[in-house]
């Protein structure tokens, strides 16, 4: 039989209540098993025979726990997983993976030195809408992509009181949402040669970015990353142009909103987005549009591929190396916006 793993997760907010713990309750061969927070009565809530330490190292310490995962603020992340690590534990971190290239690289060298399987949280590779991208990218429905634009905006005109939006290290909708779009266009188009970001605050009261516009420069295609917190007409997400059609796709996957509702990942139709994406071809007679299903997203498995990974040896979900580009693109866009200039992404060697 499979063994089962035992999951200490490490933070109990929106991200820790919501996507980690019930994606980790319906995953087979894994269990939550220990709950790290401040507010046991707020997990119990939700699971009254939960067990709840308020000390990460009481959960690392544990020789029942298997993996880690970190939900925690991005500036405690390195440390929480290096902490897991030295207890012999595997981790996932939410992302962003760090909240610098450097301690990404000692996080990575530590789990090889201790021979554990550490990844960042990119749950949106199974998103409806990018699942379906990839897919008329792998089939070459469009032809030859030109152009690629990914959007994840928001209306939000009132700066809220959470670590998210303070001016620390890591804030910012950059290192919220940019990890996201960022990992998607590294997965279907590789790493770029160069980036020209615009990262700005924008919104009465702001701290960190609220708005980024980032373009990603490959020798003939190029990709538009962009997030604001002033679109009221939010709708758009992908819009991808290639020699013999584009695809369009409007409105968020809907599992986040499932899983804020309560819902339980792999209930019947769970990731089954209803509204459907535009696919425009190129004719003879013109261009014709024909309405286009999407392929079901199942966050699931992102924790599928973790389990495996620890018991089989597999490859983990988010590899070292993917982690770590993300990282290194986080920081050249940050640099590009500072100096309002394109930025070449070298070797990660270097």
């Known amino acids: 039989m ?19 713990a019930p994606l980790i309750r319906h995953t087979p061969g894994l ?39 970190i939900a925690a603020p991005n500036t405690v992340h390195a440390a929480l997983a290096n902490a897991a690590l030295a207890a012999g534990k595997h981790v996932v971190v939410d992302k962003p993976f760090t909240i610098t290239s450097q301690e990404a690289r000692q996080v990575i060298a530590h789990a090889a030195r201790a021979r554990r399987v550490v990844s960042v949280f990119q749950n949106r590779r199974w998103d409806s809408d990018f699942l379906t991208v990839q897919q008329l990218i792998v089939d070459g429905v469009l032809g030859e992509i030109a152009e690629f634009h990914s959007h994840f905006d928001r209306h939000r005109p009132v700066v809220a009181d959470r670590w998210r939006e303070r001016d620390q290290p890591g804030s910012g909708l950059w290192y919220d949402l940019g990890p996201h779009l960022l990992d998607q266009a ?21 701290q960190v970015a609220d708005y980024f516009h980032v373009l990603l420069c490959y020798p003939t295609l190029r990709v538009v990353l962009h997030a604001g917190s002033l679109v009221p007409a939010n709708g758009l997400r992908f819009a991808m142009h290639g020699t013999h059609g584009s695809y369009l796709k409007h409105g968020l996957d809907v599992q986040e909103s499932a899983l804020r509702e309560g819902g339980i990942p792999g209930q019947t139709q769970w990731g089954v987005d209803p509204r459907l994406g535009e696919l425009h071809t190129a004719t003879d007679y013109g261009v014709q549009m024909a309405r286009l299903p999407g392929i079901a997203g199942d966050y699931r498995h992102y924790y599928i591929a973790m389990r495996d990974a620890i018991v089989h040896g597999n490859p983990a979900p988010v590899t070292s190396t993917q982690a770590l580009q993300v990282m290194a693109m986080l920081e050249w866009g940050v640099q590009s916006a500072l100096e309002r200039r394109e930025i070449a992404c070298t070797s990660l060697d270097d």
């Open 2 to 20: 499979e063994p089962t793993l035992n999951v200490a997760l490490v933070g109990y907010g929106l991200v820790g209540k919501v996507f980690h």
């Open 31 to 69: 269990q939550l098993h220990t709950v790290v927070s401040s507010d046991a009565a707020k997990v119990h809530a939700d699971d009254a025979g939960m067990r709840v330490v308020a000390d990460a190292g009481m959960a690392f310490a544990d020789p029942d726990i298997d993996l880690v995962v």
């Open 186 to 206: 590294l997965q279907v188009f590789g790493m770029p040669l160069a980036v020209m970001a615009d990262i700005a605050m924008q919104r009465d009261g702001a």
